[in-house]
Each structure stands twice: as C-alpha cells, then as structure tokens.
C-alpha cells in the first residue's frame, strides 16, 4: 500500500497543471443511470408490475395512475421515475418536497403541467402537511382549491388541471399520512436491497459506459463492499477509476482494496464510522444491550444518524440486535472485529 501511495503522490507532483475540458463534462450520475427497461438491473416484480399498469393505460389513452417508491436511498426511485416517463413518451416534471414551500409553489408546479406529463416528488415525506391537504383534490379529482384572503371575505379559487401523473418517493414512508399513502392508486412499491450478482452486473454496466476495464474479481470485490446499493457500487467503481488513473495502473483486486482502504472502507463494506459504532457498543458497554440515546453520546453522534445510516446496513449483516432494553452486539460482530467474546449469553 506504502508504494502504491508514493507513485500516487510522484505522479501528482508530476501533474500539477491540469486543464479539463469543461465543455466535454457530463454528470456522471445521469449518464450512469438506465433509459432503457431492459438495462435497470434488478427489482424485477416492480417492474413487472409497471409493465402491465403502464401498458394498459396507454391502450385506454389514459395518463397511468399515481405511484408511490419506498424504501432506502440509492436503490432507483427516481431512475424509475426517469424511465416511466420515456416509456409513456411524456415529459417529467422534477422536484422534491422541501422544494415545495407554500400553495403557491404547489399551484406554479401544478399549472404548468401538460396534458400527460408526470410530476415526480422526491422526499415527498417532508411536504408540508398544509400543502398535503391541497395535494389530495388534485390527485384524486384534477382540481385545485386554493383559498384567496382571510376572514369573511375569503373565498375558493377552483383551477382545474390537465391530467397527470404523480409518481413520489421517499425513505420515509411511515412519515406519510395514511389518506395520502392511499391515494397512490396506481400502486406502492417497496424497493428492495440488490444482490452481489445484481450489484456486478450493475459495476460491468457503468464501467462499460465509462470506459473503464475491469475484471470479474475486481468487480467482485467492489460488488460485496457496496452495502448491496447500485448508488454505492457506482461511487466506489469511479473512485477506483480515479486511484488507478493518478496511480498509472489498471483497477485490479488489489487497486480496489487500495482505493476502499483510502476511503476507510473494509472488506464486508463497514465504514470506520460503523466500525466505531461497534467497537463503542463492545469495548464501553460489553456489547450491551445500551440505548440508542447513550450509545449516540458516547459516539457525539446524533440518534437519527445512528437510526437511518449505520444501524439498517449492520443489523442486514447481523452485527447489532434492537432489543427491548437496547442495542446488542452478536457474536459476528465480535469475530469482524477480533474481539474476544464475553462468557455466556451472545447473540
């Protein structure tokens, strides 16, 4: 590693003007993501599912019913957005939640829709709920109510609106309300974590389309460390891109692992922030059970941190354990870390 970190460094000294041609940038996020059904990798009863509700609905002629995406970030929701609205051959109308600050903002968006189009909402869970309630008749009856002054001489604006679609996503779905949840009549669609084979399908695909050459086992390696998320394998294979072009090598099993140990990645794809989340749990509460408020000040973190971000991907692997009296380590948590188990009692 010390080798390879000094040829990094000689062939940065080396290169120290560098003029990229802007013009010839392109995001590279959009550029990885599917616009074809046959090149989205994974989730196949979801898109099953669209299949059948998108073709029936244009044999009527009808704009498709609203939908609703769930489930953890980096997983395609809005790639699925993306691809819906190019299977319809409509246009889509992109925002998010805290985008949307008032009616007003919601009625812009909302009036400028054509006849067809889809209105994608990311975060939709963080709408405000005023604006919720203006949402429903929209959804439900193509009108829009919107209440002009205050007091008894106030009264209701009714615009009617061009048929549309609404396809929403979030992280958060328990965050929704329940007559909101229900008027995704089109469907709701948890997305799922993708497996290693699905994830190195997806690394082959990107690098493809980056140019990159890569072979299975460095695909593999990278594929077991992603925390089973296209975003993430993604993020990894143009970081290793990077090391391997400043380093002058090829990604190889061994420029990957370089690239992920830089990065504070380990071999099962725990970062050092997960990693000390365990070894606080083992080495200051005995592997516990401990609350998530102690365990969030014993790291200085917060507990949404903890909740959303480490705890999901460590309790997949089966590292942590929520108990009623609090977080437990296992005993695979132990053996990850080489700690020496406790007598007695591990999960």
Known sequence: MSSKMNNLNSNLENNEEISPKLSDFHFLDNTLRPSKWNDYIGQKNIKENLKILLTAAKQRSHPPEHILF??????????????????INTQIKATSGPAIEKVGDLASVLTNLSPGDILFIDEIHRLNKTIEEVLYPAMESGSLDIIIGKGPSARTLQLELPPF???AATTRIAMLSSPLRSRFSGGTFRLEFYSEEEIKEIIKRSAKILGIDIGAEASKEIAKRSR????????????????????GGEITEKTVADTLE??????????SSDRSLLNALIEKFGGGPVGLNTLGAALSEEQATIEEVHEPYLIQLGFIERTPRGRVATAKAYDHLKKKKPQGGLL
């Open 70 to 87: 769930y489930g953890p970030p980096g997983l395609g929701k809005t790639t699925l957005a993306h691809l819906i609205a190019k299977e």
């Open 228 to 247: 089973f998320t296209p975003r993430t394998a993604n993020y990894f294979l143009k970081r290793c891109r990077d090391f391997a072009q400043v380093s």
């Open 165 to 167: 679609t609404l396809i």
């Open 262 to 271: 830089l990065l504070g990645i380990d071999e099962v794809g725990l970062s």
